[in-house]
């Protein structure tokens, strides 16, 4: 498989394959690249509907040139923690963006909530977000509140009173089990359109399927997070945790 950048000429398969409808899994295929490489190239450039190579490309020379810039040089350049390499840490974080956008979040709310997944405190605060994505402060409060809104983040304050975003297992059973009430919420309106447009009609039949289908879900999502906190939901082991 090869490596390093997509080069024009792929980014103009690419172009072609999103044209012509094709799984970014069979455009990768052709390119013989990981599919999350494919994935990821058309999501931060523009999405399937607006993806276009020539500007994919300049745009990817312009971040990359950033990049250079920003980054410390020499001895300066600060030692990544537990000795991960630096290059493989950014590039996951950029796959794990695409995944968030993928889901239904917004470009900066996607690029928050990675940046806080997999920080290794699961914590950050507004000036470390915005050092970390040179974004404006204003970005980060933006995508905080969106992700807030979701049950994704919440806030505390540390030591210094200074406010911090954190993302945790608790957050995570949060957020499913926000996300059942809404799906249970969904079921509820659909099983009243059945009163509203007669039992027996074709479209209460459809509603009425629609509710105890979302019902089912609703509830098995409601189970499944509660038996997985239960039985997964673990502190990490520590240094003192680990020898005996």
Do not use: W
């Amino acid at each position: 498989m090869p490596g390093g950048r997509l080069t024009q000429q792929e980014r103009q398969q690419i172009a072609l394959g999103v044209a012509d409808g094709l799984a970014y899994a069979e455009i990768a295929r052709r390119l013989e690249r990981p599919t999350s490489t494919i994935t990821r190239e058309v999501m931060r450039n523009g999405g399937p509907t607006a993806y276009r190579a020539d500007l994919a490309h300049r745009a990817t020379e312009r971040r990359a040139h950033r990049r250079r810039q920003a980054a410390p040089r020499g001895p300066d350049a600060p030692p990544q923690a537990h000795g991960r390499d630096a290059e493989a840490v950014r590039e996951y974080e950029e796959t794990m963006t695409t995944v968030f956008m993928q889901s239904g979040m917004p470009k900066m709310t996607a690029r928050v909530m990675a940046c806080l997944t997999i920080s290794d405190a699961g914590s950050l605060t507004a000036s470390e977000l915005v050092q970390r994505l040179q974004v404006s402060p204003a970005s980060v409060s933006k995508a905080v509140a969106f992700l807030e809104g979701q049950d994704l983040v919440r806030r505390e304050r540390d030591e210094r009173r200074r406010e911090r975003y954190v993302v945790d297992n608790d957050i995570m059973y949060e957020a499913m089990m926000a996300s059942a009430r809404s799906t249970a919420q969904v079921a509820e309106t659909a099983r009243q359109g059945v009163g509203v447009l007669g039992p027996g009609t074709p479209a209460a039949t459809r509603l009425e399927n629609m509710a105890r289908f979302l019902d089912f879900v609703s509830e098995s999502i409601a189970r499944a997070a509660d038996q997985a906190r239960a039985i997964l939901h673990t502190k990490p082991e520590t240094p003192s945790d680990s020898t005996t």
